[in-house]
Structure formats: C-alpha cells, structure tokens
C-alpha cells in the first residue's frame, strides 16, 4: 500500500502543529479523567465507610 507524505516543509510543520496540538489535548483529558476516576474511588470509599459504620 503506497504511503503519501506531504511535499513541502510547510506542509510538514502544518501536520505536525496538528500532531502537537491533538496529543497535547488528549494529555489534558487524560488528566481530567485521572482526578476524577480519584474522586469517584474517594467518594465510594467514604460512602462504604458511611454505611457499614451506620452514619447514612
């Protein structure tokens, strides 16, 4: 299967900005998603604490 490159330089430095830019974004969401996998594990944590000492 042939594989296309882009010509010029130009090009090349558009795909990469591109490239940049999207892992840079998915960095960001990777980090939201882990602190609020820990609050949800924090929050089940205090709830079964809660509820087998009575307090709910």
Do not use: N, W
């Not at 609050?39 to 009575?54: D, I, N, P, R, W």
């Amino acid at each position: 299967m042939p594989v296309t490159f882009p010509e010029s330089i130009k090009e090349q430095q558009k795909v990469i900005a591109s490239l940049d830019s999207i892992t840079a974004e998915t960095q960001r969401l990777a980090g939201i998603y882990e602190r609020k996998h820990a609050a949800l594990e924090a929050l089940k944590k205090s709830l079964l604490h809660q509820a087998f000492t009575g307090e709910l």
